[in-house]
Every structure is written in C-alpha cells, then in structure tokens.
C-alpha cells in the first residue's frame, strides 16, 4: 500500500498522560499537514513541514502539542498532558508540491483519540 | 461567520437522483478541494480545481470565483455514495493552509 498511513488507528489514554502518533507519507511527498477533526465538524488545520521544517503552525497547537518530521520523512505529533477535550480524529495529510502551485493533499485514515 | 460554508448539512434522496451541494466562501482562494469521508474517518480527494468545472465518473465540480461559490454534483446517484462531502479552500496569501466546512452529510436510499 502506498498511501498515507498513520498509527495507531485508535487510541485510548487517561487524562494527564501523554500520546504519540505517527504518520508516514507518500514516499515522494515533501509536505505533510496535521489536522484535527472533532464530532460532527470539520477538520483544522494544526501544521504543516516541508521536508524537516515545520513551516506554520496553527493557533490550535497549543503548548502541550509538538510535531516533528526530523528527516523529512515520517512525521510524529506528541500531545502531553491531555486533556479530555484533546479527543478528536487527528489525521495526516501529505503532497508534492511543485513551484508552490496548489497541490493534491492525500489523507490518511487517522488517528482517533479518546481521552478519559 | 465561517469562511466556509456548505448547504445543505443533511441531504436524504433516492437512488437514482441527481445531486448537488454548494460550498460558499469568503475569502481568496488559490484552490477548492471537495473530499468525501466515509465513516471510520477517512477522507479522499474528489477535486481540486481553481477555476471552471471537473468531471469524474458520475462526479462533477464546478466553481465560480466572482460569485465565490462551488457545487458538487452526483449524477444517477447510488447507495454506495452515502457519505460526508466536505469543501475546503486553501487562501492565495501563499501558505498551505486548508479551510474546512463543516460539510453535508448525504444518504441515499435504495
């Protein structure tokens, strides 16, 4: 399969614990976006990389939220000390973007959150 | 008011009609996404388009950028396109960012 593939597919944790999700790209993406989805809405945009560099980072990602694509490659989103309104669907995206022209961003199947 | 909105929120019709969902907008935009989300989470890329009208398949996408506007359209519509529909528009201040409504859940009868 060579689509975007994100792990775990469901996550389950404690208030006040911290959680990592993984999110592997298209091999030949170099922009990978996190976004989060709540019941019943939309996604947000939370970040996005090119490559390694994290290049925008939304108001969303507070303190306790960090992501980091240290070779370009995979991607992880870290959330420490959750809080039960941290649980959402935190999908990843990824794209090949060309001259800065608008891209195709293909989505992976998500991570969902669940925070007791 | 959200930059984008998306009617109707809850469409139920029969098998074999013909569909449409508008998406309205409120800001520049270099690029309209339509993505379709099952239930379970996952999201797959309809259409991208900035200007004009797309077709695929029984799929077709059009966007007014004067009028800001944007319809999807499912001809002979099927049971099997019951999902969420989503309209998402990236800005044309240069960034990445995506723009999500909170889109129109469709459901269709046999």
């Known amino acids: 399969d060579t689509g975007v593939s994100q792990n775990p597919r469901h996550k389950i944790t404690k208030r006040g614990q911290n959680v990592t999700f993984r999110c592997d790209p298209i091999?030949?993406?170099?922009?990978l976006y996190w976004y989060r989805q709540t019941l019943g809405q939309g996604p947000e945009f939370l970040t996005y990389f090119q490559n390694e560099a994290q290049l925008e980072k939304s108001r969303l990602l507070s303190d306790r939220f960090s992501a980091e694509r240290p070779k370009g490659s995979f991607s992880t989103l870290e959330i420490q000390r959750t809080e039960q309104g941290d649980s959402a669907m935190y999908l990843c995206a990824s794209s090949l973007s060309v001259a800065g022209l608008p891209n195709e961003q293909f989505f992976g199947p998500g991570t969902r959150l669940t925070v007791l | 008011k959200n930059e984008v909105e998306q009617s109707p929120q809850n469409l139920t019709a029969q098998e074999g009609e013909f569909i449409t969902i508008n998406c309205s907008y409120s800001?520049?935009?270099?690029?309209l996404h339509w993505l379709q989300q099952h239930p379970g989470g996952g999201i797959v890329s309809l259409f991208m388009l900035s200007s004009g009208k797309k077709k695929h398949g029984r799929l077709i996408a059009t966007i007014n950028i004067q009028e800001k506007h944007s319809s999807l359209h499912i001809t002979a519509s099927h049971p099997r396109d019951s999902a969420v529909y989503i309209c998402a528009v990236r800005s044309d201040f240069g960034n990445e960012k995506l723009t999500f409504g909170t889109g129109t859940r469709l459901t269709i009868i046999p």
């Open positions: 091999s030949e993406h170099n922009r």
């Open positions: 800001v520049g935009i270099s690029a």
